[in-house]
């Protein structure tokens, strides 16, 4: 090592074409010889959970054996010369990445079909190969001192690591994925990776926890991918692979990719357990979970009940929950209490992950050691969560996502009487599977899209949560593959309830006097009453006729009519023995007296009319008096006479004149009308005039005279 020098600082001796002998730096471009580019890793062994088979198979062996030579390749080169290919022969690193890009996780390697012949035995074994090498060369960047005489120092290879990304968090989290912890061996060599580049070059501590808030954005995406259905690689539209079950086959890879990735980050570095807390990713992972992973289920199950991608999603859930169950065992043991609680606290609003959570990790369990090292906790805090969690858990019946979809849609299919060609339930499967009110909701779409039909409606909203989804998707032309080149004018006919109740029992007949001469279904003229409404015929239909039953005044009414007879045949003197036209109204009036002032306005309009009737009556006895003569006279001296010796003046009279003396006092007041007709329509010149006067004298004709008033206080030196 004391001979040697490091490979920042070492020059070996070449000889030039010359034969002149120079000095070269270990590290630099003259010692890379290979002029074929190193083979990019394209294929992987399997797709979506399909092995490849026959050509594609051997295509696959074909580059897989490339890469393992050039793997091997950069393995057998010297100290000098794996580090100047490593440094500056691009495709030498861009090889490593693109196998880790594309290489199958641990967690999918051993799905393949239980028939396995050679030629896909034989394939395991080379994928196994190809991954030893990777790690191997990976390994080899990371080692400071390969002999005594082969050696970096420690700044320059962190330097060369750092800079030129040989090293880097997407790397890693690659490596994580292919090896994985499913053998305690390879969890090991992990580890032992993970150790040395912290030790290396402590800023990919940084780069992880940046990595870490990466991940917010990875479930937004995963989310927006999921709602746009229709928009093609983006969860909808057409498949971009033969091999996949579904349009969102994409998204729950990626969902069970950052999942495992997440839970293995946090198992190798636990310092990360602290940046996730403050990232608040746990309520990250929890909205995730109880708003995204139920709608991928839904849609999911509604293409393809059988797809493979309902067991990723599954696992996808398991291991997010071991997320959030690392996080909270970590605050358990450093028995930060408070800071537990609390954030159990926030996921309560995500039911369906607080459901999960509860039923793998009961809350009290962990409450109950919290309390015996944090006694200083509020205890109606700890009973807020743990009814919360107990709560939401009694009140889930299924134990797994869309369990209850899944036995509603079986359990309807199963009634219906035409089957459907597609994979998508049956409008009437919708109505009856559903809890929503579909008729509320269809009449919402139907009020902004009247053009559409029932049936359509219906269909789509069994795909959304709400109508304003539906309507969104439908104008924005984003609905799900299955519906877009459907019927749009479909009509809804619901299921008849008396044809589903027939085929469950088999009995075509539900009352016995079906058919009978009182059956109004069957018989034009039935021996019966047709009752319509509420009640009998004739009986009160509410409680409030009920109550304003009247029919016993109406029995007593002829009787009391009897007493209000009065004889009407002359007296011998021939006058009425009964006279009932007397009005007492005007009896206490006297002729100075003003009258009341709503009794004057009730009896000014009938002034009129009464003064034109004496008028007439007065020009007819002048007439009489005329053509009499002096029999006449005789007469209205007895007339006279007999006026004077009655008991009361004729009230006819009375108000006559009565009547006759307010006209004159007062006269016919005119109405002075200042409303007019509505706007747009034109006004009156008596109106307008009318409005004018109110305008001009509205000052003196208030609720007091506003000038006369003014001037009573200034002659009383009230004002200056």
């Keep these: 090592m004391t001979n040697r020098k490091p490979l920042g600082q070492l020059k070996l001796p070449v000889a030039a074409s010359d034969g002149v002998r120079q000095q070269v730096p270990a590290l630099d471009k003259h010692w890379i010889t290979r002029d074929k580019p190193f083979s990019n890793y394209i ?56 196998f880790l890009q594309r290489a199958n996780p641990y967690y999918r390697v051993d799905t393949d079909a239980p028939s396995a012949n050679d030629e896909l035995i034989n394939a395991k074994l080379l ?35 750092y800079t030129n990304y040989l090293i880097s968090v997407p790397v890693l989290c690659d490596l994580v994925i292919a090896v994985g912890d499913a053998d305690e061996q390879n969890f090991k060599v992990l580890e ?43 969860g909808g539209g ?22 495992y990735t997440l839970r293995l ?65 970590a605050q ?77 849609l079986n359990s309807d299919e199963e009634s219906e009487t035409v089957p459907q060609a597609s994979a998508m339930p049956t409008v009437a499967t919708i109505e009856t599977g559903s809890k929503r009110d579909l008729d509320l909701e269809t009449s919402a779409v139907l009020d902004v899209l009247p053009d559409l039909g029932m049936g359509f409606i219906r269909r789509v909203l069994a795909r959304y949560d709400n109508s304003e989804q539906a309507i969104a998707a439908i104008l924005d032309e984003n609905l799900p593959p299955d519906l877009i080149h459907n019927d749009r004018q479909e009509v809804f006919i619901p299921a008849d309830p008396q044809d589903k109740l027939q085929r469950q029992t088999g009995v075509r007949h539900f009352n016995v006097h079906d058919g009978d001469r009182y059956d109004v279904l069957t018989q034009d003229n039935p021996q019966c009453i047709i009752k319509q409404g509420k009640g009998l015929p004739g009986a009160p239909r509410n409680a409030e006729q009920l109550l304003d039953d009247k029919r016993d005044i109406g029995q007593l009414k002829q009787r009391y009519q009897q007493y209000a007879l009065v004889e009407e045949t002359p007296d011998e003197a021939g006058g009425a023995e009964y006279d009932d036209e007397y009005d007492d109204s005007y009896e206490a009036i006297n002729d100075g007296q003003a009258p009341p002032v709503s009794l ?37 001296d007895g007339n006279a006479n007999s006026k004077r010796t009655d008991f009361c003046e004729n ?5 006559a004149r009565y009547q006759q003396r307010q006209m004159a006092k007062y006269g016919q007041r005119a109405q002075h009308d200042v409303v007019g007709a509505p706007k747009g329509q034109g006004q009156s010149q008596q109106t307008t005039r009318n409005r004018g006067q109110k305008e001009a004298q509205k000052s003196s004709r208030a609720n007091h005279n506003r000038k006369a008033g003014a001037a009573f206080k200034r002659s009383k030196g009230m004002m200056s």
């Design 43 to 98: 294929c992987m062994l399997s797709s979506y959970g399909s092995l490849k088979s026959g050509a594609a198979l051997e295509e696959w062996q074909h580059i897989a054996t490339s890469c393992l030579h050039d793997f091997e390749f950069l393995l057998h080169l010297s100290h000098h010369e794996f580090w100047s290919y490593m440094v500056y022969h691009k495709s030498a690193m861009g090889a490593v990445v693109t």
């Design 127 to 161: 994928y196994g190969q190809l991954l030893n090498h990777v790690v191997r060369v990976i390994m080899r960047l990371l080692t400071e001192m390969e002999s005594s005489t082969e050696w970096i120092e420690p700044e320059h290879h962190s330097s060369l690591l």
């Design 192 to 234: 032992q990776i993970f150790k040395c580049v912290m030790q290396i070059q402590p800023n990919y501590m940084n780069d992880l926890k940046e990595g870490l808030a990466f991940y917010e954005n990875a479930f937004l995406s995963m989310q927006i991918q999921v709602e746009n259905e229709g928009c093609e690689g983006a």
């Design 238 to 259: 057409a498949l971009l692979d033969s091999d996949a079950d579904t349009p969102y086959d994409d998204v729950v890879l990626f969902a069970l990719d950052c999942a």
């Design 265 to 329: 980050l946090i198992r190798l570095c636990p310092s990360l357990l602290a940046v996730c807390e403050q990232l608040k990713l746990v309520q990250s992972i929890a909205n995730f979970y109880d708003l995204t992973i139920p709608m991928l289920y839904r849609n999911i199950f509604m293409i393809n009940a059988k797809a493979s991608s309902l067991r990723w999603l599954n696992e996808a859930r398991q291991q997010f929950l071991n997320v959030v169950r690392s996080i909270t065992k």
């Design 332 to 408: 358990l043991n450093s028995r930060r209490g408070q800071e537990l609680v609390e954030l159990l606290q926030e996921c309560l609003s995500a039911q369906t992950f607080v459901v999960d959570y509860q039923r793998l990790y009961p809350v009290e369990h962990d409450i109950n050691v919290l309390l015996q090292s944090c006694p200083h906790i509020k205890h109606y805090k700890v009973d807020f969560v743990i009814a919360g969690y107990q709560k939401a858990l009694s009140s889930c019946t299924s134990g797994v996502i869309a369990d209850e979809l899944v036995n509603s």
């Design 600 to 636: 004057l306005r009730s009896k000014l309009q009938q002034a009129s009319a009464a003064s034109s009737a004496y008028e007439a009556q007065d020009a007819s006895d002048d007439d009489r008096d005329n053509d009499d003569g002096p029999d006449s006279d005789q007469e209205r």
């Design 651 to 655: 009230p006819e009279v009375v108000r």
